[in-house]
């Protein structure tokens, strides 16, 4: 974590329970209730992380939980407010005046959206957001269960990209390769909100799951994971961008190290999602041996999250296979 604040972890079983733990420690600590996301984010499926998400498929037909305020994700390719950063700042504005009592407890940003698309957050958004969110007394939780650990290439934090330093921060996923952990950490003057108060999960700082989760984190340093997702991530990208010239069905290729996807369109002007040609090429790159997502809140990204240990050979296969399915999709019609 950045250096030179006090930092205090707390282990749970799944990035789910780690949302959750953070939402309580938030309203804890300010004493206030209402919180904000954004739309299109995922954060779980638990009762607290499945409030905080904005994708309906996610959210089940229950009274969600109170306090929950959504605000429009500054999406550069799709937003409502088109690529400029300030307008969706100004939301987070009028959200806090109009739609609470002027005293927050948190927000909630994924520095890159996951389920929600592969939205990568505009510079200036996460620290206008944070300085607006702080002004009506409430934390800044980053959800890095799909960025952190190096995935974005840059930095072993997304967030480390925007110069902010969040007051908690949730974890998960690549924490421990495969291995059920997760993890709140927050800064200890946030954290010691929860003192005197029971909160522990059953199998939470279990020794062999951390043990996993030390040798994860050995792992990405030895063999400089961080790295090789920032180049080979980078080499994936421009194939992909390769494909969108030849493939007028392809809208926007996005994201950083690997952490990348494809958004497809029936009309490149009018931006209309393309659910159903998404859903083909999703299965012919199944006969090419890549396993992808259908993501985003109309299912028309494939989204790429693959191994850290990816290497510059595998570009070749997945760029390979991913034209065959294109051209595949372009002759069925």
């Known amino acids: 974590m950045p250096s ?35 739309r299109t984010a995922y954060h779980g499926a638990t009762f607290g992380a499945q409030a905080l998400t904005g994708i309906s498929a996610f959210r089940h037909n229950v009274p969600q939980l109170p306090g929950i305020k959504f605000v429009a994700e500054p999406n550069t390719f799709r937003g409502v407010y088109g690529e400029k950063v300030e307008p969706y700042l100004d939301e987070i504005e009028q959200v806090i005046q109009l739609e609470t009592n002027g005293a927050l407890s948190g927000i909630i ?9 592969i939205v990568p957050m505009p510079q200036g958004y996460l620290s206008g957001a944070f300085e ?23 930095h072993l934090w997304a967030f480390e990209g925007h110069g902010v330093i969040p007051d908690i921060v949730v ?72 494909l969108k010239e030849r493939y007028p069905v392809i809208g926007d290729v996005r994201g950083c190290g690997l952490m990348l996807a494809i958004e497809l369109v029936k009309d490149r002007k009018s931006r209309e999602p393309d659910p159903d040609n998404t859903a083909s090429v999703f299965e012919h790159a199944r006969d090419h041996g890549l396993i992808l997502s259908k993501s985003g809140p109309h299912r028309s990204v494939l989204r790429f999250v693959p191994p850290l240990c990816l290497s510059m050979d595998d570009v070749d296969t997945i760029a390979e296979g991913l034209d065959a399915s294109f051209n595949a999709v372009q002759y069925e019609k």
Not at 109 to 117: L, T
Not at 136 to 153: H, K, L, P
């Open 109 to 117: 940003i994924e520095p890159v959206q996951g389920y929600g698309g």
């Open 171 to 242: 974890m998960a996923k690549g924490m421990g390769n495969g291995y059920p952990i997760g993890a709140v950490v927050a800064r200890k003057h946030v954290s010691e909100s929860m003192a005197g108060k029971f909160c522990f999960h059953t199998y939470g700082a279990s020794p062999l799951t951390c043990a996993a989760g030390r040798a994860t984190l050995n792992v990405l340093r030895q063999e400089k994971l961080q790295e090789n997702a920032r180049v080979v991530g980078a080499a994936l990208l421009g194939r992909l961008v390769d």
């Open 132 to 154: 607006r969110v702080r002004a009506a007394g409430g934390v800044c939780v980053v959800d890095e269960v799909q960025s952190g650990f190096g995935r974005t290439g840059d």
């Open 4 to 38: 030179g604040y006090e930092w205090v972890v707390h282990f749970t079983n799944s990035g789910a329970e780690a949302i959750d733990l953070a939402l309580l420690m938030a309203r804890s600590h300010t004493g206030n209730i209402d919180f904000i996301s954004l």
